[in-house]
């Protein structure tokens, strides 16, 4: 019997000067190039990525990746610097093995945008 993928999910969330809104497809296309630009065309196969969730208000969402490239997912997420020229910080707060957790996890977050907030995401 062959297994599915087996996936972790990432919440993360972006910090911009300006506390900017970016749609889904504004995050998602970033990404994407980013990750082209790092590992090409097969690279971003094997990552299996997708933008499952985002909240354009708060800045913050869920994408989800196979469970042996998330190392390579925080890599472009650390390359990304600017949306549509406006400049930004993407910032992985978890990692975790099923949407249920992610969810709850991104659920019980502060409802600010303060930079620090990251110490508020509960252990595992």
Known sequence: MVKGWR???II???YSAKNLQFEKHDVLNVLFKTILKLFGEIGASL???NLIYHDSVKGRGIIRCNHDKVCW???AAAFISDING?????HILKVTGSIRRAKEILNSLPS???LGDEEAVPGV
């Open 112 to 114: 600010s945008k303060v």
């Open 73 to 75: 997912l925080r890599a």
């Open 7 to 9: 996936r972790r999910y």
């Open 47 to 49: 990552l299996n990525f």
């Open 86 to 90: 406006t400049p930004i910080t993407f």
């Open 12 to 14: 993360f969330q972006i």
